[in-house]
């Protein structure tokens, strides 16, 4: 269970502790697509990937934007979490190790809650973000 | 190829869809959430939910119950090899328990290309409500289509 950080204790700049994911594996792409009940088979079926001019199947943006969400609970509890979202901004390919990281970027009120905002984003071995986002979570 | 304007507005058959804990599981599995709230209905309920909570993003995984699944697509008269998602958000007011029935509602409210027609952005939002018809999230997604004609002339 994960309890949330106080409000007039972060700050502007604060880093989430990085989470590094094991590498994406065809097996956990096939979860995936059964876990999400998204059945594009150009996640799955390698044919499929290369009739549509891709070398190999690739992950899914939402496997790699539920790490977002991993990464953002496991600093404060869900129920805290007010928003999330993201732009894909590479292909996450089979193998490549993805570091999910976030940053605090604002603090501020509204509607009577106090709210901190997040860069998060995934990035692959090579240094390439995969996912550039942003989450908005309440603290007390 | 070459996207129909006209098809921004268009409102999709709102559908119904139950939160099961079995979905919720492998949906776990495959993402490595390992945390009991997921799974156990006890340890959510002492963190302070009202029952097994669903993940963040197991929101876009209810929108695969839809019975016109892939409605967008069959609209677009695009073959799904040639999507990908180039934004996902999420909007959340409530979280969503095992033993709610979701009522979804997608929209489209904006279509347009870049790069010449080369590729083509679809825009979509989406509403949740509970059974009692209380508000649980918003969602708005863009899909990019790539134009297999591109190219060529």
Known sequence: M?????????KVGDEL???VLPPISRHQLALYCGGSGDHNPIHVDIDFAKKFGFKDVFAHGMLSMAFLGRLVTSWVPQKQVRGLGTRFTSITWVGDVITVSGKVTGKREKDGERLVDLEV??????GQDTLQGSATVALN | MELDKKLIGH????FTAAVEAGKIKLFCKAIGEEDPIYSDEVAA?????RGITAPLTFLRALQADDPNKGGLLRLLNVDIGLILHGEQHFEYYAPVVVGDVVTCQEKVVDIYDKKGGALWFVVQEMEMKDQAGKLLAKGRGVTVVRNPDAGKK
């Open chain 1, 2 to 10: 994960t309890t949330a950080p106080k409000f007039a204790d972060v």
């Open chain 1, 17 to 19: 502790k990085p989470l």
């Open chain 1, 121 to 126: 984003k995934c990035t692959n071995q090579n």
């Open chain 2, 11 to 14: 409102e999709f058959a709102p």
């Open chain 2, 45 to 49: 309920k002492a963190a302070g939910y």
